[in-house]
């Protein structure tokens, strides 16, 4: 009779355990599934990979504005560091001035399951001639380019629209009217620099060849936090080479502001130089200068292994 009951309580309890789990399973497949933006395939679906979590600090500031212009000490001395001699300058002065002549506030923080937003990262590889990659880039959403590297003559390849534009004072290049600026500060005076673009119109340090003056719509300026380069150096270089390059901090860049990230362009040549689809001048070894090429580009394939960047590498 005893031994009877227990059987029956034993059935029973097992019954109730499979009903909840098939309630639980219910419950699961009936709710909405958590989705992070409107692709089919998102950059922060699964984000638990803790290779990518190490790394990833959605915190960081990526453009300067008024409200974070308050600039770390560690920043700061690493920023000092970075151009080789401290700096005289009043940031907060400077800072003041900026905002006066370009747009200010909060920029793509509209991430959410509404969003989807493609993003074509090009750099200025070697790897880039031939590939007929232009339709291609051409299709994204942002297409961001970086630098000197033009498009005129080399559409096939790749492709002829640039929403963005990253570059520093040594480095511009003259853009359309629909272009952003997207100012990297490898130094303070690169600060001063695009407020003399636009508003003084005097180079702050002559005896450099500068070009005096670009063409770039001063609606459309965006610049990059010193914070958030230092955060490329750190946590995605892990310290790597002195400083990033202009194509390394673009890419974390992209993966703060996009949905879907493909990179193009990235990759020297066999022998190590740092090659231009554009140009046929020498180039320097990726680990030789400031930066730390193989470290950039390993990173770069990493998150391609891990989904989370679509990486072509051309030819
Ligand atoms: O040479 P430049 O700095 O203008 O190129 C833009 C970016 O493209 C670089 O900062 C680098 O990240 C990337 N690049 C590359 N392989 C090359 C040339 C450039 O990965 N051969």
């Known amino acids: 009779m005893v031994l009877c009951s227990t059987k029956r309580l034993q059935k029973l309890f097992l019954g109730l355990i499979i009903t909840c789990l098939v309630m639980l399973n219910h419950i699961q497949l009936d709710l909405p599934s958590k989705e992070t933006c409107a692709c089919v395939q998102c950059l922060m679906d699964g984000d638990v990979d803790p290779w990518f979590r190490e790394r990833y600090k959605s915190p960081v500031p990526v453009f300067l ?33 900026l905002f006066s002549l370009f747009p200010d506030g909060e920029l793509y923080s509209d991430a959410g399951p509404r969003r ?75 600060l001063q620099w695009v ?17 005096p003056k670009i063409q770039a719509n001063k609606d459309k ?12 150096h750190e946590s995605w270089l892990k310290k790597q080479g002195l400083y990033p390059s202009t194509g390394f901090i673009i890419l974390v860049f992209s993966l703060h ?22 140009d046929k001048k020498y180039h320097l070894h990726f680990n ?23 990486m072509y590498k051309g030819w």
Request: aromatic share 10%; net charge positive.
């Open 288 to 310: 030789r200068g400031n930066h730390k090429g193989s470290n950039e580009y390993n990173t770069t394939l990493e998150l391609h292994q891990r989904n989370k960047i679509q």
């Open 65 to 97: 504005s008024r409200g974070n212009s308050e600039i770390s000490p560690n920043t700061w001395e690493w920023w000092q560091r970075l151009q080789g001699r401290p700096s005289k300058e009043n940031i907060s002065a400077i800072v003041q001035t």
């Open 116 to 190: 989807c937003r493609t993003c074509a990262v090009v750099g200025n590889s070697g790897n880039l001639q031939g590939s007929q990659y232009g339709p291609l880039i051409d299709s994204h959403d942002f297409v961001i380019r970086m630098n000197r590297g033009p498009t005129a003559g080399f559409e096939k390849d790749v492709g002829s629209r640039t929403t963005h534009r990253a570059m520093y004072p040594e480095s511009a290049k003259d853009i359309d009217n629909s272009t952003h600026l997207v100012l990297v500060p490898f130094k303070v005076k690169d």
């Open 221 to 232: 300026v965006m610049i990059l936090n010193p914070e958030f380069i230092r955060y490329v």
């Open 257 to 278: 502001i996009c949905d879907q990230v493909s990179v193009f362009g990235f990759g020297a040549k066999e022998d190590g130089t740092w090659h231009h689809y554009y």
């Open 195 to 211: 407020v003399s673009l636009f508003a003084t119109k005097d180079i702050p340090w002559a005896n450099q060849k500068l070009k």
